[in-house]
DNA sequence: ATAGCTTCTTATCATACATCAATGCACAGA
DNA sequence: TCTGTGCATTGATGTATGATAAGAAGCTAT
């Protein structure tokens, strides 16, 4: 397998053998996929972490009364998977799909496990990555329960300028919590006051 | 160290000797704490994870406009700390604070590392506790994207129905992400549909 | 270029929730 | 028993955001 993200990602990351890494990679699969197909869909099983060595992807739910929540976005060099499937064996309540055409290397959860035995530092890499996204998640709970729209727009266009431009705003609202409709009056506003100084 | 609860909880989720559970127990302190004192401050280093033996802790944000945000409640059998400044080793954006009189067992750490190091099946327990927060925070994610304040309400009564009688409303309100008065309306109605029932 | 998507914007109206202010309780301390 | 303090409730009003609908602006494919 070609794999020069992922191998560059763990060679920064972990402290072993540059061979070592590429058996560990070797042992992987790397998937193509097309804009708008699915890695994962509601109610199957997450067998994999996906990580994600271009394209784009997007992880999310869709609520009883049919209306979408992004979870997350996964561009290059991020890892995406539904944890909660994978780790406890139940069905996902999510869907993982392609923005973009993309490829991701499909790393198998029992892999992991295996290598977290056998090796303390992937152990350790692991760990890592858990806390990354435990943070992750909390301080966007700690968002929406506190900022307005806006400063939720705000907040997205800081830690995500490149994403904001590479997918359609629908998207972004739904990732905020908002209606596309609010964003784009959100937007306007802000166009505005940049206009008007 | 009498600590009957992280003692029973460890025996029933590691599979290790009952005396090697015992002499991990040793080695941390138990700690007693009145209400409203608090074990972890905005800005402090959180160098714990909190085991709670009894009573009720809470961890929240204050934020600009000077309101609280509940990020957790955590009773008897909880674990709580602030993962992303033990970890990452950044000054906490939280605080911790007893709801009532609380007796919690401080576990270092670094002591988590160690025993990690030490002990496999500790290292897949604290795996487990990781993959359980991340699953709990990704639900209140989507929550929080999709579902109205009643219903929001109406989760929290399932899921904690025991908190929600020894805590105050205020409180609850500021984890649902509404205000207190808004909360009082979600109840009232609620009381009204099954007094008319 | 045209037709046919999808996305974004704009406008109007509707509504959930916030804000502000007043009142009512309950409980704790003198 | 009285009184102060903290919550919960209620009402009046304001505001941000949602719902709906329609038009404008890009893309894509024929």
Redesign the pocket.
């Known amino acids: 397998m070609q794999s020069s993200h992922l191998k560059a990602y763990l060679t920064s990351n972990l402290d072993i053998e540059e061979k070592e890494i590429s058996s560990i990679i070797g042992s992987c699969t790397i998937k193509k996929i097309r804009k708008d197909e699915f890695l994962l869909r509601k109610n199957e099983y997450c067998k994999h972490t996906f990580f994600v060595e271009n394209g784009l992807l997007r992880q999310y739910s869709i609520d009883e009364?049919g209306?979408e929540h992004t979870i997350s976005f996964a561009p290059e060099n991020w890892f995406v998977t539904d944890r909660e499937s994978a780790y406890f064996n139940q069905p996902s309540a999510y869907y993982i799909q392609a923005l973009e055409d993309s490829e991701v290397v499909a790393i198998d959860e029992n892999f992991i496990h295996q290598l977290s035995e056998k090796i303390p530092d992937f152990a350790g890499f692991n760990n890592k990555l858990l806390h990354n996204h435990i943070r992750h998640l909390q301080k966007r709970i700690n968002l929406l329960l506190s900022?307005?729209?806006?400063?939720?727009y705000l907040q997205f266009i800081d830690m995500y300028p490149d994403i904001l431009l590479r997918?359609?705003?629908?998207?972004?609202?739904s990732y905020l919590?908002?209606?596309?409709?609010?964003?784009?009056?959100?937007?306007?506003e802000l166009?505005h006051k940049h206009f008007k100084k």
């Open positions: 009364k209306k900022a307005s729209a806006k400063e939720r997918v359609p705003q629908t998207m972004v609202a919590g908002i209606t596309p409709e609010s964003l784009s009056r959100v937007r306007k166009a």
